[in-house]
C-alpha cells in the first residue's frame, strides 16, 4: 500500500500514546509499518522530552502561537462508494477522491477498517483441497445427454434402436402392400364403417329429439303456438333481416367523390 492519506496523524499519534485514540483507527498500526516506525520515534521524542527540564512559557504563549496556525477547511461532498475503496486499496484512486478521504473523517475510518480486514485475509492460510477433489466433484456432476449420445453410448442401444427402427419400416411396408392387395376389402370395410356410423347418428339425433318433445314447456310452446302468430313471427323477422340488410349496405357504401367546378 503506497498510499498516504490513511496514515495516523500527529495528533492521532499523541492519542494513541495516551490509550485515547479510538479502536478502529488504533487497527490501522497492525497493517502500516510506516506509522509504526513513526510512533516508536515519537516515543523515543516524548522520553527525550519527559528527561529535559521543564521549563515555563511566557504569558500569552498559547494564543500566539494558536493566532499563527491556519485551519483548512473539510472538503465537501458525497462519501466514498464500495468501489472507490477499492480503488483505494488498489492505488488507484483518483485525486478528488484523496482529498475527500483526508477530510473526511468517516470515509478514513472506513477505509481503514477495510485495509485492516484485506491484510487479515490475506494472512490466513490458502485452501488446499484433498487429491482427486476435481474427480468426485464431476461425479456427482450430472449432464444430461442427447437422444443421439444415448443411442450411440454403447453396442447394445445400437442394436436395441436398429431393432425398434426395422420393425417400424417393416410394419409400414406390410401395411402398404396389404392395402394395395386388398383394395375391395377396404372399400367394403369403409362402406361397413359409414353405414354404422350413419346409424348411430340418426339414433342418437332421434333419441335428443324425443327427449326434447317429451318435455313440458315444448307441450305449452305447441298449444300457444297458431299459425297467425307464426306468420306474424316470421314476417317480423323477415322485415327485421331486410332492414338490416339495407342499414349494412348503406353504412358500407362509399361516399362519392365530389368534383370541383369553376364558376362561370
Known amino acids: 500500500m503506497t498510499d498516504h492519506t490513511l496514515h495516523l496523524r500527529p495528533d492521532e499519534l499523541?492519542?494513541?500514546?495516551?490509550?485515547?485514540?479510538?479502536?478502529?483507527?488504533?487497527?490501522?498500526?497492525?497493517?502500516?509499518e510506516e506509522c509504526r516506525s513513526a510512533l516508536d520515534e515519537l516515543r523515543d521524542v516524548v522520553a527525550q522530552l519527559n528527561a529535559?527540564?521543564?521549563?515555563?512559557?511566557?504569558?500569552?504563549?498559547?494564543?500566539?502561537?494558536?493566532?499563527?496556525?491556519?485551519?483548512?477547511?473539510?472538503?465537501?461532498?458525497?462519501h466514498?462508494?464500495?468501489?472507490d475503496l477499492d480503488a483505494w486499496l488498489a492505488g488507484a484512486?483518483?485525486?478528488?477522491?484523496?482529498?475527500?478521504l483526508w477530510?473526511?473523517?468517516?470515509?478514513?475510518?472506513?477505509?481503514?477498517?477495510?485495509?485492516?480486514?484485506?491484510y487479515r485475509l490475506e494472512q490466513l492460510p490458502l485452501f488446499q483441497p484433498g487429491a482427486r477433489f476435481e474427480e468426485r466433484v464431476m461425479a456427482k456432476v450430472a449432464i444430461p445427454k442427447s437422444w443421439r449420445s444415448r443411442i450411440f453410448a454403447s453396442r447394445r442401444s445400437v442394436a436395441l434402436a436398429a431393432g425398434l427402427g426395422s420393425l417400424v419400416v417393416g410394419s409400414m411396408g406390410?401395411?402398404?402392400a396389404w392395402s394395395l392387395t386388398h383394395q375391395d376389402t377396404l372399400a367394403a370395410l369403409g362402406t361397413w364403417a359409414t353405414t354404422v356410423a350413419t346409424q348411430w347418428t340418426l339414433a342418437a339425433a332421434q333419441g335428443v329429439g324425443s327427449r326434447?318433445?317429451?318435455?313440458?314447456?315444448?307441450?305449452?310452446?305447441?298449444?300457444?303456438?297458431?299459425?297467425?302468430?307464426?306468420?306474424?313471427?316470421?314476417?317480423?323477422?323477415?322485415?327485421?333481416?331486410?332492414?338490416?340488410l339495407f342499414a349494412m349496405r348503406r353504412l358500407l357504401a362509399?361516399?362519392?367523390?365530389?368534383?370541383?367546378?369553376?364558376?362561370p
Open 80 to 83: 466514498l462508494t464500495a468501489d
Open 103 to 118: 477530510a473526511c473523517t468517516e470515509c478514513r475510518q472506513l477505509a481503514d477498517a477495510e485495509r485492516a480486514l484485506v
Open 212 to 244: 326434447i318433445l317429451a318435455q313440458p314447456w315444448v307441450l305449452e310452446l305447441r298449444s300457444a303456438a297458431s299459425p297467425g302468430r307464426i306468420a306474424a313471427l316470421t314476417a317480423g323477422a323477415t322485415a327485421l333481416y331486410t332492414g338490416g
Open 52 to 78: 529535559l527540564p521543564a521549563l515555563e512559557p511566557p504569558a500569552g504563549f498559547s494564543e500566539l502561537v494558536m493566532a499563527s496556525v491556519r485551519v483548512a477547511p473539510l472538503a465537501v461532498g458525497q
Open 93 to 100: 484512486l483518483h485525486q478528488d477522491g484523496r482529498n475527500h
Open 174 to 176: 406390410a401395411s402398404v
Open 14 to 32: 499523541d492519542l494513541l500514546l495516551e490509550g485515547r485514540l479510538a479502536s478502529d483507527r488504533t487497527s490501522h498500526i497492525e497493517t502500516c
Open 254 to 263: 362509399l361516399p362519392a367523390p365530389r368534383v370541383a367546378r369553376a364558376l
